[in-house]
């Protein structure tokens, strides 16, 4: 266990939510594709899909975990002292209960391959369990920890791999690999416990400077020896791991901008981008994406450079891939999480708000009754 005092904030760092208007630099094929608001008199529009309303009551509802396919929404329900975790179809408009326990969830995660749901539960403040449960609502494995307040990450593209940081009330640390595959929990040393998973051998550890706007140096941290390793990466706020695709944010102080770099570690292929930056005067705030696809994302970002209380007016939700940006719409600033086909974004901290993205329309589709 180490002391962690200030870094605690780069949890927050790490995956605040807002970004900025990009600048584009055109590397060969890479190009924007610029999406109009309105369709032109001389065209036809596309007719408006209809956006479904689904009506819960506040005291049964607890969150959205996500997507499960298409067609599929994960909720965690809650009644009469049992938890659940539901699926919602959109085509049929039916429920169906996957998970039941009388443990409270505190979140869920659904693994990018779709066939495994993380759930984090705890029946009081000194400990927790962690649940892998197979689509189909099975329990494959079960861990306990000694903390309730858990980070983790886990492998994009590997569901067996998972890299747990528990925090204690002395706020000291302690952080695990855990492999599935052998039901194997390691504890290993790292300098920063909001490390993230490079490939299946190696983590990315941030190693901060004496100020978050000065962003970290990102080291490769070796799961097998613990060994460490430098990369040429500096200034670095966030990293995205998104399969086939790694995506780098780094702060460019001197120009006040965010700088992107989208890249294929197998070909080489990549795209760059930048945009203004915006903070909240102690630390850089930094886009959430919502992976669509391995080599894909959806972000909203800010149109101009400054405080983020500051902004009252609608971002630019865009699509970026190693083939460049698309631009889809406006909408004020919130956290997304868009569908497998990348047609359709959940926004809002309750994810009550429906963003569909061809033809562009935003609404309210959750409604909770008090």
């Known amino acids: ?50 956006i479904p309303l689904l009506k819960l009551n506040r005291s049964t509802f607890h969150s959205v975990i996500g997507w499960m396919s298409n067609d599929e929404i994960l909720f965690i329900l809650t009644e009469d002292g049992d938890w ?52 189909n609502g099975y329990v494959v494995q079960s861990l306990s920890f000694e903390s309730a307040e858990i980070y983790m990450d886990w492998h994009p593209t590997n569901p067996d791999l998972i890299v747990f940081s528990t925090f204690y009330d002395d706020w000291s640390y302690s952080t695990f690999v855990y492999d599935g595959s052998t039901q194997q929990l390691k504890s290993i040393e790292v300098e920063n416990p909001f490390v993230k998973w490079y490939d299946e051998h190696r983590l990315m550890v941030f190693k901060w400077g004496d100020s978050s706007l000065d962003g970290s140096d990102l080291l490769l941290y070796s799961t097998a020896d613990g060994g460490t390793e430098s990369t040429e990466f500096q200034h670095v706020l966030d990293v995205q791991n998104l399969g086939d695709t790694m995506v780098y944010v780094q702060i460019n102080e001197t120009q006040g901008k965010f700088e992107y770099h989208m890249e294929q570690p197998e070909t080489g292929q990549y795209f760059d981008w930048n945009s203004p930056a915006v903070s909240n005067y102690s630390e850089w705030v930094v886009p959430t994406f ?81």
């Not at 009388?102 to 962690?130: C, D």
């Not at 993205?357 to 309210?364: C, G, I």
Request: aromatic share 6%; charged share 20%; glycine share 6%.
């Open 1 to 50: 266990m180490k002391k962690i005092g200030m870094l605690l904030l780069c949890l927050f760092l790490l995956q605040a939510c807002k970004e900025s208007n990009p600048q584009l630099e055109n590397n060969g094929p890479n190009a924007i594709e610029k999406v109009p608001q309105t369709v032109p008199g001389n065209q036809v529009a596309t007719p408006t899909k209809k």
């Open 84 to 135: 659940t975790v539901q699926s919602y179809n959109l085509s049929t408009e039916t429920w169906k209960t996957i998970y039941k326990t009388e443990t409270p969830i505190i979140q869920g995660i659904i693994h990018p391959s779709k066939e495994m749901i993380l759930l984090h539960t705890s029946s009081n403040s000194s400990s927790a369990e962690i649940q892998l449960i197979h689509k």
């Open 290 to 370: 919502s992976v669509v696809h391995p080599t894909q994302l959806i972000a909203i970002r800010s149109k101009a450079a400054g405080n983020v209380d500051e902004f009252d007016d609608k971002g630019v939700l865009s699509s970026y891939s190693l083939n460049g940006e698309k631009r889809l719409g406006e909408i004020v600033d919130q956290p997304i999480d868009c569908s497998p086909n990348g047609e359709v974004c959940l926004g809002g901290y309750e994810k009550e708000n429906w963003i569909q993205l061809n033809p562009f329309n935003e609404q309210a589709w959750l409604q909770l009754i008090e």
